[in-house]
């Protein structure tokens, strides 16, 4: 079945500690993105993929890391968290880049006290 | 402000009813895409319309583009209680700080469809 599965779906987490969240596609999809979603904000991109090797920055992309070593997977590392990271992210993926169908992951709620 | 403001940003109908959703976006696009969002959920892909199209159907959907105007509407016929949902538009009109195109969502419209 073609997904894109984010893990883990919840994490609460202490401020500065570093965590990972992954995302993987098994659509041999080009295309990588990661979003978090806040009230009244709406979906806001984080980061993106182009392919392999080349990511760019979104619109809030500070306090994120991300890497694209192989082309399945863009996990998202919050290196020192904080509170103000507490959100619904989402990670989503498509066929190549430019404005075509994504297809999101299940999101992670993620809690920073 | 984002590009694809979506307007209204809430909507509240009867089941049966018509319910139309709009979005404006501020500068050149190549594609407009409509999502719909069941709460906490990931995004699920309704339609795509490209910058020389200016009508799709895809079912009970019906998508509009206006270039001139820089906005697209979303008609959903006979809503249903289950289009209870969040619907977003998206446009690829930005590029990020190394020049790559990239999708930029609204803030959405909240419709809920009373049975």
Same mark, same amino acid.
């Given at each position: =079945?073609?997904?894109?599965?984010?893990?883990?779906?919840?994490?609460?987490?202490?401020?500065? %500690? %570093?965590?990972?969240?992954?995302? &993987?596609?098994?659509?041999?999809?080009?295309?990588?993105?990661?979003?978090?979603?806040?009230?009244?904000?709406?979906?806001?991109?984080?980061?993106?993929?182009?392919?392999?090797?080349?990511?760019?920055?979104?619109?809030?992309? =500070?306090?994120?890391?991300?890497?694209?070593?192989?082309?399945?997977?863009?996990?998202?590392?919050?290196? &020192?968290?904080?509170?103000?990271?507490? &959100?619904?992210?989402?990670?989503? &993926?498509?066929?190549?880049?430019?404005?075509? =169908?994504?297809?999101?992951?299940?999101?992670?709620?993620?809690?920073?006290? | 402000?984002?590009? /694809?403001?979506?307007?209204?940003?809430?909507?509240?109908?009867?089941?049966?009813?018509?319910?139309?959703?709009?979005?404006?976006?501020?500068?050149?696009?190549?594609?407009?895409?409509?999502?719909?969002?069941?709460? /906490?959920?990931?995004?699920?892909?309704?339609?795509?319309?490209?910058?020389?199209?200016?009508?799709?159907?895809?079912?009970?959907?019906?998508?509009?583009?206006?270039?001139?105007?820089?906005?697209?509407?979303?008609?959903?016929?006979?809503?249903?209680?289950?289009?209870?949902?969040?619907?977003?538009?998206?446009?690829?009109?930005?590029?990020?700080?190394?020049?790559?195109?990239?999708?930029?969502?609204?803030?959405?419209?909240?419709?809920?469809?009373?049975?």
């Amino acid at each position: =079945e073609a997904q894109v599965t984010q893990n883990p779906r919840y994490l609460i987490t202490v401020t500065g %500690k %570093k965590l990972t969240v992954t995302c &993987s596609q098994n659509m041999n999809h080009e295309y990588m993105s990661w979003y978090r979603q806040d009230p009244g904000l709406g979906l806001r991109q984080i980061y993106y993929s182009m392919n392999v090797e080349v990511t760019d920055k979104g619109d809030v992309p =500070e306090g994120y890391k991300v890497s694209r070593k192989e082309k399945r997977n863009f996990p998202l590392i919050l290196e &020192s968290p904080s509170p103000n990271q507490t &959100s619904l992210y989402f990670c989503a &993926s498509s066929p190549f880049w430019g404005n075509t =169908e994504a297809f999101f992951g299940q999101g992670t709620r993620l809690t920073v006290v | 402000s984002q590009q /694809g403001e979506e307007d209204p940003q809430a909507l509240s109908i009867q089941e049966g009813e018509n319910a139309t959703m709009n979005c404006s976006y501020k500068t050149s696009i190549n594609n407009l895409q409509w999502y719909r969002q069941n709460s /906490g959920r990931g995004l699920v892909h309704l339609i795509l319309i490209r910058s020389n199209e200016r009508e799709k159907h895809s079912g009970r959907l019906r998508v509009t583009l206006d270039t001139s105007k820089k906005s697209s509407s979303l008609l959903i016929t006979a809503s249903r209680a289950a289009d209870t949902a969040s619907y977003f538009c998206a446009t690829d009109a930005e590029r990020g700080a190394g020049g790559y195109q990239k999708v930029t969502f609204g803030i959405g419209t909240k419709l809920q469809v009373i049975p």
